[in-house]
């Protein structure tokens, strides 16, 4: 187990740093020679003891009588925290989601299905903040004289806009979903993913709240919000505890989800047909 903190430690300290190097020559910023090979050194060495602990945990894997593909998967997820793997897979979708943002189309949203938009709330500071970092680009490249030091912020600015518009976009493009079943996928992004049965729905409602603290939060009642710029609309009440994963991998079960939607009203109606949506005044659970 020492092994494996230690390549753990060593490649959360040198690889983010080697990526910050490759940016930089991309970008044509010039490194000193001295700074570039001493990157290069201490990459191959976090390279080859990530290879010998990875080999040891392969080997023992395979003693265990598992199969190549899975003795590979089980030493990467010993090896790399989980918090890390699944930081990397929500950049790497928020990208993707750019891309769907760009030629219009929406993500994991079946023929018959609602699609239930819910960035109202936060499209205008997403803006506001990308605003704040071009100005802030700018302003650092009037004020910073030395070209490395200058070069090295252009690109950690650039990126930092880039991945402003690549969250705003996986908001866009992965709304909620209502299906032609009666169930219901709530999302934010790519950071958060949780399906409803049409079966585990006991009652749906409109009701507006003003959830203080984090983006998702349990509540000590059981109750799970997901606010969008401090609001919820839409509660959602479960027939049993419902297991749901967290951006960073721990888990949770909820009994009641809160979540906001642009119009809340079409949410209750498609999930209670026949009904007439309640009006916009909070009250208990029941």
Do not use: K
Not at 35 to 64: I, K, S
Not at 89 to 102: D, F, K, P, Q, T
Not at 123 to 147: D, K, N
């Amino acid at each position: 187990m020492t092994g494996v903190r230690g390549a753990r430690l060593v490649a959360a300290a040198v690889l983010p740093a080697e990526l910050a190097v490759v940016v930089c020559l991309v970008a044509g910023v010039r490194i000193p020679g001295t700074v570039l090979a001493g990157a290069e050194a201490a990459v191959l060495l976090a390279f080859f003891l990530e290879a010998v602990v990875l080999g040891r945990l392969w080997r023992t894997a395979r003693r265990e009588g598992a199969r190549r593909r899975a003795a590979t998967a089980a030493a990467l997820r010993t090896v790399v925290p989980v918090a890390a793997r699944r930081l990397v897979v929500h950049e790497l979708r928020a990208l993707h989601s750019l891309a769907l943002w760009i030629l219009r189309r929406r993500h994991g949203v079946p023929e018959g299905a609602l699609s239930v938009p819910y960035t109202g709330p936060q499209t205008a500071m997403m803006y506001g903040l990308v605003f704040v970092s071009v100005v802030e680009t700018v302003m650092l490249a009037l004020l910073i004289p030395w070209p490395v030091v200058h070069g090295l912020l252009l690109v950690l600015d650039v990126y930092g806009v880039l991945l402003v518009l690549a969250l705003h976009a996986a908001c866009v493009t992965r709304p909620h979903v209502v299906g032609p079943d009666g169930s219901l996928r709530v999302r934010y992004g790519a950071l958060f993913d949780l399906r409803i049965p049409a079966a585990a729905i006991a009652a749906v409602r409109v009701e507006r709240r003003l959830p203080q603290g984090r983006l998702l939060q349990l509540g000590a009642d059981g109750v799970l919000d997901l606010a969008v710029g401090g609001q919820t609309t839409v509660t959602v009440r479960l027939t049993a505890p419902l297991g749901f994963v967290r951006p960073l991998g721990g888990r949770g079960q909820t009994l009641a989800v809160r979540f906001h939607a642009d119009d809340p009203r079409a949410v209750v109606a498609a999930l209670t047909p026949g009904r007439t949506a309640p009006s916009m005044t909070p009250g208990p659970l029941g």
